[in-house]
Every structure is written in structure tokens, then in C-alpha cells.
């Protein structure tokens, strides 16, 4: 009934000169700029607004809004911005967007959005002139021009009038589309003719359809021209019916993060290595996910900067597994339980039965607790699992630096499910220090510490699965998650 209600849905929606793009989640932030730089926010902000900087598909820093950047001092950079850009509302950008943007992140207010959070060191900004800005940073920021691939500059007289909430569902930015319509289950865009960087198809709908089944007929009913998060078994599926598979790895890593501090086993070290010596790696990611990623070895995927390629990947090794557990005083095994939605990351239902399985092999319970994914979300910005264990990527957007993978799992945050004050100098040292080398032995010694501490049971670097209509040219996707929207076209 859900497909059939689904698919309905979709044929209503019908429109030509459309790009539809399917999602299971429209994006629990609304159009805010500054609540998220990941998904699901990502697929529909990336449409409306631009950021300071961008990474190119090569993974290099690239101008966006500025068109050059320079370091002033050890805490201020200045920023040249692009000329001749206008938002949605024919207001032209100017320095003072910028100004308003840094101004409210910096501020008490901005202390709730997420961004505040992935790029924190944000102190104050000033408009020099029209086109150029000063931002200082409450730290050196040797990696500014990363961070600046985070700040989408919102409309500020916009911004000033609606203020957070009413913003939010009256998004104004400068990107290739602006926002028609925000609907329950679809999001309506045009394209817009004075954007720097212009759509070539007319139209955008960006749609909720929970279930990867009636993602998936849609695609292939033409209804859908991109679906995301899919299961790797539906790519032959589409390449059968003509259309295009598209696998991508994020410079992310998945795993289940354990709640500590509470009472319990997971309290041990030894506990949690067993663990994570307990799971057939090799075989859920040849099995589940059609041998497309690797195992990870520490809480960053492979060309995040400051991953350590000499780290592996903990062995397979259920007898030792049983070993350590008995040592830590479980030798009967004990029971936990991870808490988590399911269909938002590849295959995930699966893989949870997987690793429950090889778990119970050596006397381990693990439960599994399915929560609906507005939930989940909201749990996981709050810190309100009920559980002992959830499943999270370990992101580094929008940096694409291992310090950022770092600070969810950190002291730094507010309510943290891992914390060792020990870690947070190291922390603040590798993100600060301006010698390359030194910086780079900084973050890699983070990523032995996390390793071997194992806050976590870490999987496979994250893997996403996306199918396209045979009439779409050009899609990508950068650093597993940027749709850039305005390179994209339909044939007749």
C-alpha cells in the first residue's frame, strides 16, 4: 500500500523540464543554511545557496563567493568577493551578507545551529567594502579556507525580518534555484536566470519517498530522475531498464558509537576491542554492499586530511574477541542495544542483523531498537538515546579534515557520548598549529588514540548508492554528498 500511495504521489507530481531528485528524508532543518552541512540538508541547500569556497571533484579548494582569500594574522583572514552576484530577491551580495552570516554563528543564538558546531571557530566578521570582509577566529584557523566551504551567507535583510524560524521556511539565497513552494512530501524550485552559476533545466522538486522500493519504481517509471540512498542490489536493476547506477564513497566513516559514561560493560576498553574484533568486515561489505568500500581503521576515510594510512583495520578474530571479554569479566557475554532508523544509510537493516550475528557468536546480545528517522535525528542532535549504542557516520564535512570527524566524538560537545579530556588539547593543537608537518604527525596521533580506544565499533567507510534516468547527463556527486545542480541536464 505505502508503494502504491508513493507511486501515486509521483505520477500527480509529474512535470516536464523538471529534474526530480527522490530522497527518504527532506531535511529535518528546513531551508536553513546554518542548521546542517550534511544530509539530507545538503541536497536541497546546495540548490539554493553557495558558500565562500568549494571542493572541486579532485578534492581541491576552489573559489566560490570569494574569489581569493588572505591571512591578515594568526586570527584574521580577508576574503574578496565575487562581483555581480544577486540573491533570489534581486538583493545584491555584498560583504555585509557575510558580516550578518559570522555575526549570528558567533553570537549566543548561533550556539543552536549546527554549523556552529562543524565550524565553531567563527568569532566576528567586518564589511571593509562592498566586496571584501575580515573574519577573525577565536583560534588560528590554518584550514580557514576549508571551514569557508561551510558558510552559505543567507539574505540578511531577509534574515533580519523573518528571523531563524520564519527563514527557515522562507529561504532567500544566491544559488541556481529558489525556493517555489515547501510542502509535506515535496519541495518546489525554479530555476533562477541572474544566478552566477545558472541551472540548465527549468525546474527541481526534491521529494520524501521513505521507502527505497517506490524510490526505485519511480526511477524507473520516469517519474524520478535521481534516487538516493539506495540498496546496491537495486544497480542492476536500473542498468537493466536503461538507466544509470552511481556509487560514491563519503570522506566519512560508518560505525556504532557507544554511549559511555553510563554504567555498563562498554565502559571497558577491552570490551569495545572485542567487539570490534568480533565483526566479519570483509563479509558485510563484499555481501551487503557489493565489495564497493573498505573496512575502516580509525574515524576517517581515506584522503580526509590527517588520516593515517598505517593504522589497520581492527583483524577478525573471534576467539581473541572471547578472550578479552573474559579478561574484562564478561566471559558469558552481556547484552546492549543499538538504537537507530533504518534507510538512511546503504543496506543499513542488514548490516545491523549482520554484525548482531557475529556478535552472538561470541555470547554478545545486541538488540536493535528502530526508531522513525525524524527521531533519530533529533535524538542525535540532543543526545537522548535510550540505548547503549547508536549507528552514526563519523563526518568530516564540510572540512574533509579529520579534526572535524573528532568533534561529535569529543568533550566539545555539549552533551557527549565520548569524552577524555586528555584528547581535547591534542584536538585543539592539530587544528591550530601552522607547520604542515607538525600538524599532520597532530592529527594522526588523534587517529591512533581514537583506534585504540575504540569509542566505537567502526565499519566500512561510508558508501552511498545512487541510480539515475538514462536522460540524465552530468550528475556526480562531490565529497559523496554535493549535488552541483547547475551542471546538470535533461535530454529530450
Given at each position: 500500500?505505502?508503494?502504491?500511495?508513493?507511486?501515486?504521489?509521483?505520477?500527480?507530481?509529474?512535470?516536464?523540464?523538471?529534474?526530480?531528485?527522490?530522497?527518504?528524508?527532506?531535511?529535518?532543518?528546513?531551508?536553513?543554511?546554518?542548521?546542517?552541512?550534511?544530509?539530507?540538508?545538503?541536497?536541497?541547500?546546495?540548490?539554493?545557496f553557495?558558500?565562500?569556497?568549494?571542493?572541486?571533484?579532485?578534492?581541491?579548494?576552489?573559489?566560490?563567493?570569494?574569489?581569493?582569500?588572505?591571512?591578515?594574522?594568526?586570527?584574521?583572514?580577508?576574503?574578496?568577493?565575487?562581483?555581480?552576484?544577486?540573491?533570489?530577491?534581486?538583493?545584491?551580495?555584498?560583504?555585509?551578507?557575510?558580516?550578518?552570516?559570522?555575526?549570528?554563528?558567533?553570537?549566543?543564538?548561533?550556539?543552536?545551529?549546527?554549523?556552529?558546531?562543524e565550524?565553531?571557530?567563527?568569532?566576528?566578521?567586518?564589511?571593509v567594502?562592498?566586496?571584501?570582509?575580515?573574519?577573525?577566529?577565536?583560534?588560528?584557523?590554518?584550514?580557514?579556507?576549508?571551514?569557508?566551504?561551510?558558510?552559505?551567507?543567507?539574505?540578511?535583510?531577509?534574515?533580519?525580518?523573518?528571523?531563524?524560524?520564519?527563514?527557515?521556511?522562507?529561504?532567500?539565497?544566491?544559488?541556481?534555484?529558489?525556493?517555489?513552494?515547501m510542502?509535506?512530501?515535496?519541495?518546489?524550485?525554479?530555476?533562477?536566470?541572474?544566478?552566477?552559476?545558472?541551472?540548465?533545466?527549468a525546474?527541481?522538486?526534491?521529494?520524501?519517498?521513505?521507502?527505497?522500493?517506490?524510490?526505485?519504481?519511480?526511477?524507473?517509471?520516469?517519474?524520478?530522475?535521481?534516487?538516493?540512498?539506495?540498496?546496491?542490489?537495486?544497480?542492476?536493476?536500473?542498468?537493466?531498464?536503461?538507466?544509470?547506477?552511481?556509487?560514491?564513497?563519503?570522506?566519512?566513516?560508518?560505525?556504532?558509537?557507544?554511549?559511555l559514561?553510563?554504567?555498563?560493560?562498554?565502559?571497558?576498553?577491552?570490551?569495545?576491542?572485542?567487539?570490534?574484533?568480533?565483526?566479519?568486515?570483509?563479509?558485510?561489505?563484499g555481501?551487503?554492499?557489493?565489495?564497493?568500500?573498505?573496512?575502516?581503521?580509525?574515524?576517517?576515510?581515506r584522503?580526509?586530511?590527517?588520516?593515517?594510512?598505517?593504522?589497520?583495520?581492527?583483524?577478525?578474530?573471534?576467539?581473541?574477541?572471547?578472550?578479552?571479554?573474559?579478561e574484562?569479566?564478561?566471559?558469558?557475554?552481556?547484552?546492549?542495544?543499538?538504537?537507530?532508523?533504518?534507510g538512511?544509510?546503504?543496506?543499513?537493516?542488514?548490516?545491523?542483523?549482520?554484525?548482531?550475528?557475529?556478535l552472538?557468536?561470541?555470547?554478545?546480545?545486541m538488540?536493535?531498537?528502530?526508531?522513525?528517522?525524524?527521531?533519530y535525528?533529533n535524538?542525535?542532535?540532543?543526545?537522548?538515546?535510550?540505548?547503549?549504542a547508536?549507528?552514526?557516520?563519523?563526518?568530516?564535512?564540510?572540512?574533509?579534515?579529520?579534526?572535524?570527524?573528532?568533534?561529535?566524538?569529543?568533550?566539545?560537545?555539549?552533551?557527549?557520548?565520548?569524552?577524555?579530556?586528555?584528547?581535547?588539547?591534542?584536538l585543539?593543537?592539530?587544528?591550530?598549529?601552522?607547520?604542515?608537518?607538525?600538524?599532520?604527525?597532530?592529527?594522526?596521533?588523534?587517529?591512533?588514540?581514537?583506534h585504540?580506544?575504540?569509542?566505537?565499533?567502526?565499519?566500512?567507510?561510508?558508501?552511498?548508492?545512487?541510480?539515475?534516468?538514462?536522460?540524465?547527463?552530468?550528475?556526480?556527486?562531490?565529497?559523496?554528498?554535493?549535488?552541483?545542480?547547475d551542471?546538470?541536464?535533461?535530454?529530450?
Open positions: 500500500m505505502r508503494l502504491i500511495l508513493a507511486l501515486t504521489l509521483l505520477a500527480a507530481l509529474a512535470r516536464a523540464d523538471t529534474l526530480r531528485v527522490g530522497i527518504d528524508l527532506l531535511p529535518p532543518s528546513l531551508g536553513s543554511p546554518y542548521r546542517s552541512a550534511m544530509p539530507p540538508t545538503i541536497w536541497s541547500t546546495y540548490a539554493m553557495d558558500s565562500l569556497t568549494r571542493f572541486d571533484r579532485d578534492g581541491r579548494i576552489v573559489p566560490g563567493l570569494a574569489v581569493s582569500w588572505t591571512k591578515v594574522d594568526d586570527l584574521t583572514w580577508r576574503f574578496v568577493l565575487r562581483e555581480g552576484v544577486t540573491f533570489h530577491n534581486g538583493a545584491p551580495f555584498t560583504a555585509e551578507a557575510v558580516e550578518t552570516a559570522i555575526t549570528y554563528l558567533a553570537s549566543d543564538d548561533g550556539a543552536r545551529e549546527g554549523l556552529k558546531r565550524a565553531g571557530i567563527l568569532k566576528s566578521a567586518r564589511a567594502d562592498p566586496l571584501t570582509v575580515e573574519i577573525v577566529t577565536t583560534e588560528p584557523a590554518p584550514q580557514m579556507e576549508r571551514y569557508a566551504t561551510a558558510i552559505m551567507p543567507a539574505e540578511p535583510d531577509q534574515w533580519r525580518r523573518l528571523g531563524r524560524d520564519g527563514y527557515a521556511r522562507a529561504p532567500i539565497g544566491t544559488g541556481p534555484y529558489r525556493l517555489d513552494s510542502e509535506e512530501n515535496v519541495w518546489r524550485f525554479s530555476a533562477f536566470d541572474r544566478a552566477w552559476r545558472r541551472a540548465k533545466i525546474n527541481l522538486e526534491i521529494l520524501a519517498v521513505p521507502d527505497t522500493s517506490a524510490r526505485i519504481a519511480g526511477l524507473l517509471a520516469g517519474r524520478l530522475d535521481i534516487v538516493l540512498s539506495i540498496n546496491p542490489d537495486a544497480l542492476d536493476i536500473v542498468a537493466a531498464a536503461g538507466g544509470q547506477g552511481y556509487v560514491s564513497t563519503d570522506p566519512s566513516v560508518f560505525g556504532f558509537s557507544f554511549i559514561g553510563r554504567p555498563g560493560p562498554l565502559n571497558d576498553v577491552r570490551v569495545r576491542r572485542a567487539l570490534n574484533m568480533a565483526v566479519d568486515r570483509e563479509r558485510i561489505i555481501a551487503l554492499l557489493a565489495g564497493a568500500t573498505i573496512p575502516a581503521t580509525q574515524p576517517a576515510a584522503h580526509v586530511l590527517g588520516q593515517d594510512p598505517t593504522i589497520a583495520p581492527y583483524p577478525y578474530d573471534p576467539a581473541a574477541a572471547k578472550r578479552l571479554l573474559a574484562a569479566g564478561h566471559p558469558n557475554g552481556f547484552t546492549f542495544t543499538l538504537e537507530g532508523a533504518v538512511i544509510d546503504a543496506n543499513d537493516a542488514a548490516v545491523f542483523q549482520q554484525v548482531q550475528n557475529d552472538a557468536a561470541v555470547g554478545v546480545t538488540k536493535i531498537k528502530t526508531i522513525p528517522g525524524t527521531q535525528f535524538a542525535l542532535l540532543q543526545t537522548t538515546f535510550e540505548g547503549d547508536f549507528p552514526v557516520d563519523w563526518p568530516s564535512w564540510p572540512t574533509i579534515d579529520v579534526t572535524r570527524s573528532l568533534l561529535p566524538h569529543s568533550c566539545f560537545r555539549p552533551v557527549p557520548w565520548y569524552c577524555d579530556p586528555t584528547v581535547t588539547p591534542r585543539v593543537a592539530a587544528r591550530t598549529e601552522w607547520d604542515e608537518a607538525k600538524a599532520l604527525d597532530l592529527r594522526r596521533e588523534l587517529m591512533r588514540h581514537y585504540d580506544q575504540a569509542p566505537a565499533l567502526f565499519l566500512y567507510e561510508t558508501v552511498n548508492f545512487a541510480a539515475v534516468s538514462a536522460k540524465l547527463r552530468n550528475f556526480r556527486m562531490i565529497n559523496g554528498s554535493h549535488i552541483p545542480y551542471e546538470l541536464e535533461l535530454a529530450p
